[in-house]
């Protein structure tokens, strides 16, 4: 099945994004600014049916955001973060000398609540922009738009900040393979192996403050898509512990799973991508 929303999603994204930027210098959205940078280690893993790879790298991180992690919704405000992570990976590619080790992981979010319910739970409209560039070892680029509506409720019980949250939303998704391991073993092509197409989002996510220092964060999301004769799943897993020291500083450990579950029948072999880190933020 192909579908026919793919540029209106990608329009609809575009168009709030820079009318709500627009418009935040009158509305007060902007003066609650936090920056961040951080530097850490991180190991990734590709296994897969017929080979496996893994690389060390140093990672790089910024964020800017207009919500501290413990400030909760304030209805018809609009949020904003912007992610970016640099990594310079030790071994980029078993299977490519010429590959970069320098990948990129990108990602710009926007999310305005409308709508309180008598809990405090807030139903918010959201859109998000994600790219990886040479991000995983058998991806050459990927980005992936969404618009849609998110849930979100606070666990008053065990603190105000601690909160749990659910996104349904429709996507679009384009992704280009590295086609030298395929080209190797299964003899396909560029053109094969590259896809774009439109889909189903759904995200659920939770962070919980253990201590008043000391958060743990989950998240779990699933993309579906079909595009005429080829398809695309993926599931994605992450977990967060983070630690804050005073005001400015923390220090985290992650770790995160990535499974196309399409690719044993698209590429011939399965896909699993893995990847553990340990590293500093600097809050400004």
């Known amino acids: ?56 790298a ?34 980029p590619e078993k299977f490519d000398k010429d590959r970069d080790p320098l990948s990129t992981e990108f990602s710009t979010l926007y999310q305005r609540p409308f709508f309180s319910f008598s809990s405090g739970a807030y139903l918010s409209f959201v859109a998000e922009f994600e790219f990886l560039q040479n991000a995983q070892q058998t991806e050459e680029f990927e980005y992936t738009v969404y618009t849609g509506l998110a849930l979100e409720n606070r666990f008053t019980r065990l603190s105000d900040t601690s909160f749990w949250g659910a996104v349904g939303a429709v996507a679009c998704n384009e992704e280009e393979k590295d086609d030298d391991l395929p080209r190797m073993l299964f003899e396909l092509d560029r053109d094969q192996l590259n896809r774009r197409g439109c889909g ?22 699933y993309y579906s898509g079909d595009y005429g004769d080829k398809f695309y799943r993926r599931h994605r897993y992450s977990t967060q512990i983070r630690w804050f020291i005073g005001t400015n500083n923390s220090i985290h450990a992650s770790y995160r799973v990535i499974r196309r579950e399409s690719e044993l029948d698209f590429l011939g072999m399965s896909d699993d991508f893995h990847q553990i880190g340990i590293g500093y933020n600097y809050q400004f």
Request: net charge negative.
């Open 1 to 56: 099945m192909q579908f026919s929303f793919k540029h209106p999603i990608i329009l609809v994204f575009i168009t709030t994004l820079m009318n709500s930027l627009a418009n935040a210098s009158n509305s007060g959205d902007l003066q609650a600014s936090y920056l961040s940078f951080g530097v850490g280690l991180i190991s990734d893993s590709f296994s897969g049916r017929l080979s496996s790879t893994s690389s060390d």
């Open 200 to 221: 189903y989002y759904t995200h659920l996510y939770l962070i919980m403050f253990i201590r008043p220092n000391l958060s743990w964060f989950v998240s779990a999301d």
């Open 58 to 91: 140093l990672s790089l991180n910024f964020q800017w955001t207009n919500r501290s992690p413990t400030e909760w919704f304030v209805e018809d405000r609009n949020y904003y973060s912007i992610d970016l992570m640099l990594n310079n990976e030790q071994h």
